[in-house]
C-alpha cells in the first residue's frame, strides 16, 4: 500500500487525519534531511610520525660511528704490536787457553771451534693480518630489504582492501537499485562516500605497513653489520694467533740449534786436548808434569768460559721469551678494546630501537584518538537520519495499528502474553515492538520503505513462534550481520518474499 492508500486514497478504507497529519509531517521531516548538506570531515585522520620515532632512528643511523673511536684505537694497537722484534740471540764466541811445554817442542796448538749464529727471528709480517672495518647503516642497500616485505605484505594488503570497497560498492548498487535511486545523486554521494573510506583505510593501513616495513628492514641491516664485523674481529685474531705461534716455533728452532753447535764446539775441543796429551808422553817427567798442570789450567779456563757464554745465552733466551709473552698480551688487550667499541654501538643500537618502539606505540594512541573523532564526527552528522527513522518507525506503527481491520495490534498482543502467563516476562518484548524490524533496517536501509512492510507482516500474519524469535534476538543478530554484505543480500531475498 502507498502513501496515497494510507491517506484514503484506497477504496473501502482510509487513515486518521491526525496519522494523515502524522505521515505528512513524517515525509516534511524526510525533506528536510534529505536537504542536509554533506559536511566534510577536515581534521588529520593518520597520524603523522613522530620525534621520538625519528629521533630513534636518528640514533640506530649514527650507532655504528659510537665504537668507532675505540675500534680504531684497537686496530693501532694491534698494528703497534704485529710491528714488535723480539730480542735478537747471537751466540758468544768462546777462545780456549794456549797451552807451551817447557822442555819439549809445542805440539799443534788446540784452538776454540767458532760457533756459527742461526738465522735471526723475523718479525710479524702485518700484510698477514686482517683488517677490520665497521660499516655503516648507509652503506646498506634498504629496498633489497624491504622490496621483499613490500612485495608479500603491503601489496597482498591493498588488493584485499580493493576487494572489500567492490564487494561495498557492490551492496551500495544494490541498495540503490532497491531504492529506485541508481544513477542518482544519492547514489553517487554513497559511492563517494564509500571510495573516501576506501582511501583513507587504504593510506592508515599502508602507512602502518611501511612504518613496520622500515623497522624490520633496519633491525636486518644491523643484525648483518653485526656480524660482518664479528667476523672480521674473529678472522683478524685468528690471523694474529697463528702469527704469534710461528714466531714462538722460529724462536724455539734456533735456541736448539745454538745449543746443538756449542756441544759440537766443545766435543772438538775435548779431542784435541785428548791428542796432544797423548804426544806429551814422549817427553820428561817434569816436563810432562808441568804439561800436566798447563793442561789442567787450560781445561779449568775453557770449562769457565763455556759456562759463562752459556749462562749469558740462557738469559738473552728469558728476555727474549717475556718480550713475546708482551707483545701478545697487547694484542690481547686490542682485541678487548675492539669488542668495546662493538659493544658501544650494539647498546646505542639498542636505544635507538627501544625509542623506534616507544615512538611508534605513542603513534599507535594518538590515531586510536583520531579515529574515535572521526567516528564521533561520523555519529553526529548521521544523527539526523538516525532521528528520520524513528520518526519513520514510529509512524509506520501507528498507521500499521490503526487500519488492522481486527482488534489494536496493542490490545491482542497485550492479550495474547497474557494467555500464555508471560506478562510480565515478555514486556520487554512487547515494548520492542514498538521499534523492531532491527534486521529488516539492517538489510533494506533506514531509508527504504520495504523494511516497514516486513514490519506489518511480522505483527499481523507472522507465525506466533518467528515473531517470539524475532523480538527476542533481532538486535542482536541486525548488529552481527552489520559487516557482513554477503549475508545481507540472502536475508533480503528472503524479506523479498513476504508481506505481499
Request: one cysteine or more; aromatic letters at 6%; a neutral charge.
Amino acid at each position: 500500500m502507498g502513501l496515497l492508500g494510507f491517506l484514503g486514497g484506497k477504496k473501502g478504507g482510509g487513515t486518521p487525519k491526525y496519522a494523515q497529519k502524522a505521515l505528512l509531517g513524517m515525509l516534511d521531516e524526510a525533506k528536510k534531511t534529505a536537504a542536509i548538506p554533506f559536511t566534510p570531515y577536515e581534521e588529520t585522520r593518520v597520524a603523522p610520525v613522530n620525534s621520538t620515532i625519528t629521533g630513534g632512528i636518528s640514533t640506530i643511523n649514527s650507532a655504528p660511528a659510537a665504537g668507532a673511536s675505540a675500534i680504531n684505537a684497537a686496530i693501532d694497537l694491534a698494528k703497534q704490536k704485529a710491528s714488535y722484534s723480539p730480542l735478537q740471540i747471537t751466540a758468544p764466541t768462546m777462545t780456549a787457553a794456549t797451552m807451551n811445554a817447557s822442555s819439549i817442542a809445542p805440539v799443534q796448538g788446540i784452538f776454540g771451534a767458532t760457533v756459527a749464529p742461526v738465522a735471526d727471528v723475523s718479525g710479524v709480517d702485518r700484510s698477514l693480518v686482517g683488517q677490520v672495518g665497521a660499516d655503516t647503516f648507509l652503506d646498506y642497500d634498504m629496498g633489497a630489504y624491504m622490496n621483499p616485505y613490500l612485495q608479500n605484505v603491503v601489496g597482498s594488503v591493498m588488493d584485499n582492501l580493493a576487494f572489500q570497497r567492490e564487494q561495498q560498492r557492490g551492496v551500495d548498487n544494490a541498495r540503490a537499485v532497491q531504492a529506485g535511486a541508481f544513477g542518482g545523486s544519492r547514489q553517487a554521494v554513497v559511492d563517494a562516500q564509500t571510495n573516501d573510506m576506501f582511501n583513507r583505510t587504504l593510506g592508515t593501513t599502508v602507512s602502518d605497513l611501511y612504518n613496520r616495513g622500515y623497522d624490520t628492514a633496519s633491525g636486518l641491516i644491523m643484525q648483518d653489520a653485526n656480524r660482518k664485523l664479528s667476523a672480521d674481529q674473529t678472522n683478524q685474531g685468528a690471523d694474529v694467533s697463528l702469527l704469534g705461534m710461528d714466531q714462538e716455533a722460529k724462536a724455539r728452532n734456533q735456541a736448539a740449534a745454538q745449543a746443538a753447535a756449542l756441544a759440537e764446539a766443545g766435543y772438538s775441543q775435548d779431542a784435541a786436548k785428548t791428542n796432544q796429551s797423548v804426544l806429551f808422553n814422549t817427553g820428561a817427567r817434569n816436563a810432562e808434569m808441568e804439561q800436566a798442570a798447563a793442561a789442567a789450567n787450560m781445561a779449568a779456563a775453557n770449562a769457565a768460559s763455556q759456562g759463562n757464554a752459556a749462562s749469558g745465552l740462557e738469559a738473552l733466551k728469558v728476555n727474549q721469551a717475556a718480550g713475546l709473552t708482551a707483545n701478545q698480551q697487547g694484542v690481547t688487550a686490542a682485541g678487548l678494546l675492539g669488542d668495546f667499541g662493538a659493544d658501544q654501538s650494539r647498546i646505542k643500537l639498542d636505544a635507538g630501537t627501544a625509542a623506534v618502539q616507544a615512538g611508534s606505540l605513542t603513534q599507535s594512541i594518538q590515531q586510536k584518538m583520531e579515529d574515535e573523532k572521526y567516528l564521533e564526527f561520523l555519529r553526529k552528522i548521521g544523527h539526523p537520519a538516525a532521528q528520520l527513522g524513528i520518526l519513520q518507525s514510529a509512524t509506520g506503527q501507528l498507521v500499521q495499528t490503526e487500519t488492522r481491520p481486527t482488534q489494536g495490534l496493542f490490545e491482542v498482543e497485550a492479550m495474547r502474553l497474557k494467555n500464555d502467563g508471560m506478562a510480565m516476562d515478555n514486556a520487554g518484548k512487547f515494548m520492542g515492538m514498538l521499534g523492531g524490524c532491527w534486521v529488516a533496517r539492517e538489510v533494506y536501509g533506514a531509508d527504504n520503505p520495504e523494511w516497514l512492510r516486513v514490519r506489518a507482516w511480522l505483527f499481523s500474519t507472522a507465525p506466533a513462534w518467528f515473531r517470539d524469535l524475532y523480538l527476542r534476538h533481532g538486535e542482536r543478530f541486525a548488529a552481527w550481520i552489520a559487516d557482513k554484505p554477503v549475508l545481507k543480500f540472502l536475508i533480503r531475498q528472503l524479506m523479498n518474499r513476504v508481506g505481499h
